[in-house]
């Protein structure tokens, strides 16, 4: 009866040493709100970076100065002056861009980083004097790769759209073959079934394309995307338009053409191949201009 001793001692330790042992606190995950339906209007937004982004490629820059401002229509109708004509190209650009940074300032309220909530001011501070705390301000290389994510993103977000909107026609056609007065019970039996699979296999599309798209991500991954991109397409068309040359440091009225007066302190400037199109005081005016 040794043993069954030895084995009541060994089973009585254990109990004793689960009850001393502390019980195990679980880790509080805070899970990060998701963009959701939001997920079509930042995809619109990503859109028109990619544009923007595009436009100021070396091609079209170069596209730009030997062909567009040298347009006969252009010069007769607008100006034969070099310097407007580039002027009001920097105009536009810088329009859009600030239209876009406006609608990522909204959107970066959501977000749970305090630092992507003050995106605002940020971009504000860095249009002013190019000062770039957070190192938003993405090289050639790392741009390009953002580039390709952000239209991942577009494409995969419109395939949703386009199936979010063809299960809705897939459940009205099916509410209307349940109240629908079909003399055959078979036949609208039989289509009922077959419309409740089709649904059955389109909601799954639906959800696996969430999974892929914006609709499943973050503000905080959204927002960090869009304000890196936003801060490099700033600095692009500084390069571009060759601004920021000793011009005023005030900033006027809108965070318009008129921010890309102002040079950047940041090292990280974006490297890329083409120059300056023109450095002449008259873009910097005619940006003023725009702004007020």
């Not at 905080?220 to 991109?229: E, F, G, H, K, N």
């Amino acid at each position: 009866m040794a043993w069954l001793v030895k084995v009541k001692k060994t089973i009585s330790h254990g109990f004793d040493s689960v009850r001393s042992t502390p019980p195990t606190t679980k880790k509080v995950v805070i899970k990060k709100s998701n963009v959701g339906v939001l997920a079509f209007e930042i995809a619109g937004l990503m859109s028109k970076l990619l544009h923007l982004w595009q436009s100021l490629s070396d091609k079209s820059v170069a596209r730009l100065r030997g062909e567009s401002v040298c347009l006969e229509g252009v010069r007769k109708i607008v100006s034969n002056d070099d310097a407007f004509l580039l002027g009001l190209a920097c105009a536009e650009l810088v329009e859009n861009l600030r239209l876009v940074a406006k609608s990522i300032s909204r959107i970066s309220k959501k977000c749970e980083d305090s630092t992507l909530r003050s995106f605002e001011r940020l971009f504000d501070e860095f249009a002013n004097s190019g000062r770039d705390p957070n190192n938003w301000l993405l090289g050639s290389k790392e741009m390009e790769s953002k580039t390709k994510k952000m239209d991942r993103f577009v494409t995969t977000t419109a395939t949703l759209h386009r199936e979010m909107d063809e299960l809705v026609v897939l459940e009205n056609g099916l509410k209307k073959s349940l109240q629908s007065k079909d003399n055959d019970a078979a036949i609208k039996e039989k289509k009922i079934i077959e419309l409740q699979q089709k649904i059955l296999w389109q909601r799954q599309e639906v959800k696996y394309l969430k999974e892929k798209s914006l609709w499943c991500r973050s503000f905080d991954t959204v927002t960090s995307l869009l304000a890196r991109s936003v801060f490099t397409i700033l600095a692009r068309i500084k390069l571009v338009f060759g601004v920021g040359h000793g011009f005023p440091t005030s900033l006027p009225r809108s965070l318009s053409a008129s921010a890309l007066v102002y040079p950047s302190e940041n090292p990280n400037t974006c490297a890329f191949v083409s120059g300056p199109l023109m450095k002449n005081p008259q873009i910097s005016n005619l940006a003023k201009d725009s702004s007020s």
